[in-house]
């Protein structure tokens, strides 16, 4: 088959008329799609330093997702340990109450705080958040990674607030001397350590050992509680600055791909108008051809 000669001035109209038809249907695909670098080929540059920053900012949000976790852990174990200091004050009360009490009243006020300390290790032991528990073991702890390229690792160290062998148990320890031995009060071990309660003399000493020990538990407990809250308040300040972070990083990758949708809508606009110019223009051009053959009629 032999080839078609075009005449210059229609091969230009028609190569303009192909490349304005190019040009809308790349504005037509910005349109649908919203994204002027929808791949590489649009522009390696610009979509390489998108998927950077997008990728940076899905590992940031695992990374928030850990913090929130570890937000909520904390609170659980500060909610613990608040109930906890509630329990050893209202403990604290009853020796007081049995500091001036009859023999019959104290034994009634022994079994209540015998009940009171069950009581406060059974919450102690409940208070976990998805099976770690902070506030029941000294040997538990948390760790939470701000970023993956930071060693930036928060760690946050269990306390055992239980009456036996925890955290109030080293202060009840610390005065054991105290009272041993005085009265039925033989040892101090766990909610045994009431046992004999209601023998105990009217001295004061034993009584105010007894204070002296529930004061310490409360002093320790509210370190415990201030050091849980303030390792809350820092992760909620990191996961607030996190979420911020992601949201830069976001915004300054589609700064890099988005087409703005204003901009392709006029564009479009003007490239059909072109387009039906161009249309024109190669008409005209072959409305000169069909002059010429007619001189041949």
Do not use: C, H, P
């Not at 009859?102 to 009581?119: C, K, P, V, Y």
């Not at 760690?155 to 005085?182: P, W």
């Not at 600055?241 to 988005?258: A, P, R, S």
């Not at 005209?284 to 009629?297: C, I, K, P, T, Y």
């Amino acid at each position: 088959m032999a080839d078609v000669t075009l005449s210059s001035a229609i091969r230009s109209n028609l190569l303009s008329l192909q490349a304005t038809g190019s040009l809308v249907d790349r504005t037509n695909t910005r349109l649908s799609t919203g994204l002027k670098v929808s791949s590489a080929i649009d522009d390696a540059v610009s979509f390489f330093q998108n998927k950077s920053l997008k990728d940076r900012a899905g590992d940031m949000a695992s990374r928030k997702d850990e913090i929130d976790q570890g937000i909520s852990n904390l609170t659980t174990a500060l909610g613990g340990v608040t109930a906890a200091e509630k329990l050893l004050t209202q403990m604290k009360g009853i020796v007081l109450s049995a500091k001036s009490a009859s023999e019959l009243d104290r034994q009634t006020l022994g079994t209540q705080l015998i009940t009171l300390a069950s009581q406060l290790n059974y919450l102690a032991n409940d208070t976990s958040y998805q099976g770690l528990n902070l506030v029941n073991s000294t040997g538990s702890n948390i760790k939470v990674q701000f970023s993956e390229k930071t060693a930036n690792v928060l760690q946050v160290d269990g306390a055992d607030v239980r009456v036996s062998g925890g955290l109030v148990m080293t202060a009840f320890t610390m005065n054991a001397s105290l009272i041993a031995g005085s009265l039925g009060i033989s040892k101090i071990s766990g909610v045994s350590m009431f046992a004999g309660f209601s023998s105990v003399s009217a001295s004061v000493s034993v009584f105010d050992a007894y204070i002296a020990m529930f004061d310490s538990g409360v002093t320790s407990v509210r370190g415990t509680a201030k050091t849980l809250g303030s390792n809350v308040a820092l992760l909620q300040t990191r996961a607030d600055f996190t979420k911020e972070y992601i949201n830069t990083m976001k915004i300054g990758g589609d700064k890099l791909v988005l087409a703005d949708l204003n901009e392709e809508g006029a564009n479009l606009v003007s490239l059909q108008t072109r387009q039906q110019l161009g249309i024109q223009a190669l008409s005209f051009a072959n409305r000169s051809e069909q002059g010429v053959l007619s001189l041949f009629r």
